[in-house]
């Protein structure tokens, strides 16, 4: 058996290349299939600018900076986009109804197994279509992928799924609920100030451990990702639905249910592939989220992020859509069956250099 190498060391030799070389025609055959499923859907394909004003407004995402000159000399702050989102919904308020994209995306202090400092997001928009539709578009996109990867199964670590089974729809609450024994509306009597000292007393119970510095979003982050993410996309891939609205900066609350958010995310064997939104499009309630959130970023990291003023403009003009970003990289994992997403990468990211 071959020695693999550590991420961004040694891919280039033929031995290491050979090994991957399966896996990358797959991903081909994936990418190629994920453009016929949509532009047979009416849908139009689109290309983005990766350097934008913002990187994106959300307290934990980190971005790489640039600078750009102008022709006279003088510098502006840019920004490698975090996701093509912007963009994307600045072309559904210009006209455009369906659209995709394929876009490079990077994201600072992110290098794990599932992830990589720059990947391939797809993202997808619907104007005029109720979010729940992109749940169903995410059952077409990962049969699609298992076809073209030649799979019966999603595989990673132990854990399968068949993606042509459909998707389960599961609420954020009776995840909670029956994965985590915790009641997560108890918590949310009041959406606008969340009981965190509730919260914790109900999660320390159940064995998850509390810092005494940890917010309602800390606590609720942790419950995830220990009880919760684990158990998701079991047997068949899981849409884990309306989160509270107080953990969706980008979607609209929902009108039966203003404690929760038109927000699900798509799981796999217990992998996170997508997280798809009812967009907000009041440019006043999402200028205050982000104002809160870089806020909180300053406070947290010493650092924020500016606000695109020209997003805020857009929404004005954006009707009700539905919007979706998806990680192809994690997708082609799952249908691959590849412990690590460099094993699906042409070319990763070089981690060696020098300290600053």
């Known amino acids: 058996m071959t020695q693999r190498p550590s991420p961004g060391a040694g891919w280039w030799r033929p031995d290491l290349h050979a090994d991957r070389a399966p896996r ?38 980190h971005a790489f900076e640039t600078t750009l000159f102008a022709n006279d000399g003088t510098p502006s702050r840019l920004y490698l986009h975090t996701s093509p989102e912007f963009t994307c919904k600045k072309l559904i308020a210009a006209g455009e109804r369906r659209l995709f994209t394929l876009a490079r995306v990077f994201r600072n202090r992110e290098r794990t197994d599932l992830h990589h400092p720059e990947f391939t997001m797809l993202e997808w928009y619907r104007a005029g279509a109720p979010y729940t539709a992109l749940i169903d578009d995410c ?27 459909g998707i389960e729809r599961v609420t954020v609450a009776e995840a909670f609920r029956d994965l985590a024994g915790i009641d997560l509306l108890a918590t949310l009597a009041d959406p606008e100030s969340p009981d965190r ?79 798809g939104f009812g ?55 799952l249908a691959t069956g590849a412990t690590r997403i460099t094993d699906v990468l042409w070319a990763p990211v070089a981690e060696i250099g020098s300290p600053i």
């Open 24 to 61: 990358l025609a797959a991903r081909g055959r994936i990418v190629r299939a994920v453009r016929r499923l949509f532009e047979d859907d009416g849908f139009t394909e689109v290309e983005t600018p990766i350097l934008q004003v913002s990187p994106g407004n959300e307290t934990h995402l």
């Open 139 to 165: 059952a077409a996109l990962v049969a699609a992928a298992a076809d073209a990867a030649g799979s019966e199964r999603f595989v990673f670590r132990g854990r399968a799924a068949d993606p042509r089974a």
């Open 197 to 275: 000292d509730g919260f914790a007393a109900a999660a320390a119970s159940k064995g998850i451990r509390i810092a005494a510095d940890d917010s309602w979003s800390d606590i609720f982050s942790r419950v995830m990702v220990e009880r919760i993410e684990p158990f998701l996309g079991l047997g068949r891939p899981t849409a884990l639905c309306d989160y509270p609205a107080c953990e969706a900066a980008l979607a609209r609350r929902k009108p039966d249910a203003p404690r929760l958010s038109e927000r699900f995310e798509l799981y796999a064997c217990g992998v996170e592939l997508a997280n």
């Open 279 to 333: 967009e907000l499009t009041d440019p006043a309630e999402q200028r205050r989220r982000f104002e809160a959130d870089m806020a909180l970023k300053e406070r947290i990291y010493g650092e924020r992020h500016p606000i695109d003023e020209d997003f805020l403009a857009a929404l004005s003009l954006m009707p009700e859509t539905s919007g979706i970003a998806l990680g192809i990289d994690r997708l082609v994992m």
